[in-house]
């Protein structure tokens, strides 16, 4: 695990054995665009999950933080459809909706970009920004010759990088294998953005980046948010994490140790909790 500032002995700042008062929304946020109850995930005799509960609402960024293994990726792989959960329940703007596959959340408005990023490297970045939803071209020669409408994709991807502040990508004629790590993240990132209808989620998006690219994704990042997405962002950046998160959603061990806010609490405090130093009262 990596905490970037965060000193690990987070124990020694704090009581040990102490709690801390827990950090729920108060009822003021409208309804949750996305949420969970007793999510249970196990592969074989490992525990993935063991029955989480999530709340997502529009327009907030909902971090989830949690030491490796602590069942972040199975949980958001549960939410968007890449896992079946064993049991428990999705609800997506109240009604519950059950994923066989990621297309079924993408369809439901999900778009996620995994920890193993998912781009396709021999692609241009315009077919990349496309994949699986690529427009074909007006009229007869679209929809009887089934011709891909490539100059109006590559257009319309540069305007949503751009849209997002990537200056660094130029050409979306470009194949993604000739791209630089942070530019290939930038791409997946602009995928969600660009076909995201409700929710965005993002599994360390920032962890391959360099400084300046790291920024750029957290300043999308908040362009989604002030667009009325709901995004749950996955990082064991703590720094990155307190500057953009709304609410921290702290996985420990399978289970939900507790939420918690950056103003409520230090990320000291949320490192003892996700190390098992601090528990909070729930
Ligand atoms: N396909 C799988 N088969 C078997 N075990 C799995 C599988 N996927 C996850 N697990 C196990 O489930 C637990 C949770 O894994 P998960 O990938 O969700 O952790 P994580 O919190 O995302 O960790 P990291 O910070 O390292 O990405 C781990 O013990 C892991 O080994
Ligand atoms: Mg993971």
């Given at each position: 695990?990596?905490?970037?500032a965060?000193p690990?002995?987070a124990?020694?700042a704090l009581?040990?054995g102490?709690t801390?008062?827990?950090?729920?929304?108060?009822s003021?946020?409208?309804?949750?665009?996305?949420?969970?109850?007793?999510?249970?995930k196990t592969?074989?005799?490992?525990?993935?999950?063991?029955?989480?509960?999530?709340?997502?609402?529009?327009?907030?960024?909902?971090?989830?933080?949690?030491?490796?293994?602590?069942?972040?990726?199975?949980?958001?792989?549960?939410l968007?459809?890449a896992?079946?959960?064993?049991?428990?329940?999705?609800?997506?703007?109240?009604?519950?909706?059950?994923?066989?596959?990621?297309?079924?959340?993408?369809?439901?408005?999900?778009?996620t970009v995994?920890?193993?990023?998912?781009?396709?490297?021999?692609?241009?970045?315009?077919?990349?920004?496309?994949?699986?939803?690529?427009?074909?071209?007006?009229g007869?020669?679209?929809?009887?010759?089934?011709?891909?409408?490539?100059?109006?994709?590559?257009?319309?991807?540069?305007?949503?990088?751009?849209?997002?502040g990537?200056?660094?990508?130029?050409?979306?004629?470009q194949?993604?294998?000739?791209?630089?790590g942070?530019?290939r993240?930038?791409?997946?990132?602009?995928?969600?953005?660009?076909?995201?209808?409700?929710?965005?989620?993002?599994d360390?998006?920032?962890?391959?980046l360099?400084?300046?690219?790291?920024?750029q994704?957290?300043?999308?990042?908040r362009?989604?948010?002030?667009k009325g997405?709901?995004?749950?962002?996955?990082?064991?950046?703590?720094?990155?994490?307190?500057?953009?998160?709304?609410?921290?959603?702290?996985?420990?061990?399978?289970?939900r140790?507790?939420?918690?806010?950056?103003?409520?609490?230090?990320?000291?405090?949320?490192?003892?909790i996700?190390?098992?130093?601090?528990?909070?009262?729930?």
């Open positions: 695990m990596s905490t970037d965060v690990t002995s124990d020694a009581p040990r102490g801390l008062a827990t950090s729920e929304p108060s003021d946020r409208g309804e949750p665009v996305l949420s969970a109850r007793g999510l249970v592969f074989g005799r490992v525990v993935g999950l063991d029955g989480v509960d999530l709340d997502l609402y529009p327009g907030e960024v909902f971090a989830v933080i949690g030491d490796n293994g602590a069942g972040k990726s199975t949980l958001i792989k549960c968007s459809g896992l079946e959960p064993d049991s428990g329940e999705i609800r997506l703007d109240g009604k519950v909706v059950h994923f066989k596959r990621p297309q079924d959340a993408r369809d439901s408005g999900i778009e995994y920890q193993q990023l998912a781009v396709i490297p021999a692609l241009d970045i315009a077919s990349n920004l496309y994949l699986a939803r690529e427009e074909r071209r007006p007869p020669l679209g929809s009887v010759l089934r011709m891909l409408d490539k100059k109006g994709m590559r257009v319309r991807a540069g305007e949503s990088v751009r849209g997002l990537i200056q660094t990508i130029q050409n979306m004629a194949p993604v294998e000739t791209l630089s942070g530019q993240q930038a791409v997946a990132v602009s995928r969600a953005a660009a076909f995201g209808g409700k929710v965005v989620i993002l360390e998006p920032t962890a391959a360099g400084v300046r690219e790291g920024n994704v957290l300043e999308m990042i362009q989604l948010r002030d997405l709901g995004i749950i962002l996955i990082s064991h950046n703590m720094p990155h994490v307190w500057e953009v998160a709304d609410r921290i959603h702290i996985q420990r061990l399978g289970g140790a507790g939420v918690i806010t950056p103003s409520s609490h230090t990320m000291t405090d949320g490192v003892a996700m190390t098992g130093a601090m528990k909070l009262e729930q």
